[in-house]
């Protein structure tokens, strides 16, 4: 199994850094059911206003190679396009368990 762990730092006012976030995170969530390599999905919106990262995913694949079915799959890469105009860093592990 492969967890594949991205953080994201969101450009934008606050409000605008939280709408995205939700938004984001309603598209993952949706995907597992979409997506038969993707064996789940957990995405979190950060609530520490000390912190600069916004959203982190975490998702299983049983494989590396099913990591890049994921990446490439139109329905992630749709969410992934909700990010358009407001992603500014990315920080991603994937590693096996």
Avoid at 6 to 24: I, N, P, Q, W, Y
Avoid at 45 to 59: G, H, K, Q, S, Y
Avoid at 74 to 87: E, N, S, Y
Wanted: hydrophobic fraction near 45%.
């Amino acid at each position: 199994m492969v967890k594949h762990i991205v953080a994201f730092k969101l450009t934008g006012s606050d409000e605008e850094r939280r709408e995205v976030a939700l938004k984001f995170k309603d598209a993952l969530m949706a995907l597992p059911e979409q997506i038969e390599v993707l064996r789940s999905m957990e995405v979190g919106i950060n609530e520490n206003p000390n912190e600069t990262w916004d959203v982190v995913l975490t998702a299983i694949v049983d494989t590396m190679a099913d990591v890049e079915v994921y990446a490439k799959h139109p329905a992630h890469v749709a969410a992934a396009g909700l990010l358009a105009g407001h992603k500014g860093d990315r920080a991603c592990v994937d590693y096996e368990f």
